[in-house]
């Protein structure tokens, strides 16, 4: 048999390929890291979100309940003001 010829990657040295192995690693080890963290502050922000939300849902509900409680309260105040004004009015009739 005879010998394999070599090419050009096995005549490169082996501490240079281990280092650009290491290398490797490390940018996709980074990368990894990258998308891990941006996917921890996504998962944060909708949680804050989603808790925002649900503060602005009852803020709008009581915002709701106040105003049904003013017009009834303005209905109120009309019914005592029309009383008041039939009775003045009942008062300047005697006169």
Do not use: F
């Amino acid at each position: 048999m005879s010998p394999t010829p070599l090419g050009p990657r096995q005549h490169t040295h082996p501490t240079i390929a281990n280092a650009i192995s290491v290398a490797q690693l490390v940018v996709l080890s980074i990368g990894v890291l990258t998308v891990v963290a941006n996917l921890g502050k996504k998962d944060a922000l909708l949680e804050r979100m989603d808790k925002d939300m649900g503060e602005l849902r009852s803020i709008a509900q009581e915002l709701v309940k106040a105003q049904v409680l003013g017009a009834a309260n303005d209905r109120s105040h009309e019914d005592a003001l029309k009383q008041v004004s039939q009775r003045m009015d009942r008062l300047e009739g005697h006169k």
